[in-house]
């Protein structure tokens, strides 16, 4: 079956510092990744996805870049975070094709200081 | 853009049926979903309806879709304080893409 993983689950760091987030999925060959960020009490809005190795697609422009440097491996990124990237990111993978049921990994927390 | 519109909030007793109701504007959506999110953890899938169907029942999910009016609903039967949590639904366009509401919060109250 597949799994989907992220880590770290809660990460503080201070403005101006760089993050790395990380997305992996099991059991799965060739998904589409995608990376989401929720504000606190708030929607899902889609940040970057994936739908081949080296290939990301941007959503909104942003403090952030995502990478994928492996089929099923999706990283997040920032040289310098500001105190507006707080927020709970989520990852998800999605088989392709006609119907794209998203599954969602668990999530890390962010919180800039 | 698409737009996928919930009401924030819905307070129900256990035992009660809670609805939770969206609506949506892309009239080319292929697919809808329910996802639930508990307290600090990522979406977990409920059901989907494919956008050529009225209903489905899943145990005590219902999913009524009405293609004509743009308007899904999710009825749970019996709720218990489990069911608890934020509650979104989302829509797929031509292109594969999901776009979400902003989530209803249902608190279940003993």
């Known amino acids: 079956s597949q799994t989907i993983h992220q880590w770290p689950a809660t990460l503080v760091q201070p403005v101006g510092s760089p993050l790395s987030l990380e997305c992996t999925v099991e059991?799965?060959?060739?998904?589409?990744l995608y990376w989401y960020r929720q504000a606190a009490g708030r929607g899902l809005q889609l940040l970057f996805y994936?739908?081949?190795?080296?290939?990301i697609s941007s959503e909104v422009p942003q403090n952030l870049s995502a990478s994928r440097p492996q089929d099923r491996q999706f990283i997040l990124s920032s040289k310098k975070l500001l105190l507006s990237d707080s927020g709970f990111y989520l990852c998800?993978?999605?088989?392709?094709?006609?119907?794209?049921?998203?599954?969602f990994g668990p999530g890390t927390r962010l919180l800039v200081l | 853009g698409e737009d996928v519109e919930q009401s924030l909030f819905l307070s129900v007793r256990e035992g009660d049926s809670s609805v939770i109701n969206c609506t949506y504007t892309?009239?080319?959506?292929?697919?809808l979903y329910w996802y639930k999110q508990e307290p600090g953890a990522g979406l977990q899938l409920l059901t989907y309806?494919?956008?050529?169907?009225d209903m489905k029942q899943d145990q005590r999910l219902t999913v009524l879709l009405n293609k004509k009016d743009k308007h899904l609903s999710l009825r749970i039967a019996d709720t218990q304080t489990g069911d608890s949590a934020i509650y979104f639904c989302?829509?797929?366009?031509?292109?594969?893409?999901?776009?979400f509401g902003g989530g209803t919060r249902l608190m279940v109250k003993p």
């Open positions: 989302a829509e797929s366009d031509a292109g594969n893409m999901l776009t």
């Open positions: 998800a993978w999605s088989p392709g094709g006609l119907q794209e049921t998203q599954y």
């Open positions: 309806i494919f956008s050529n169907m």
């Open positions: 892309d009239s080319s959506s292929t697919y």
């Open positions: 994936s739908v081949g190795i080296g290939q």
């Open positions: 059991g799965t060959s060739n998904p589409n």
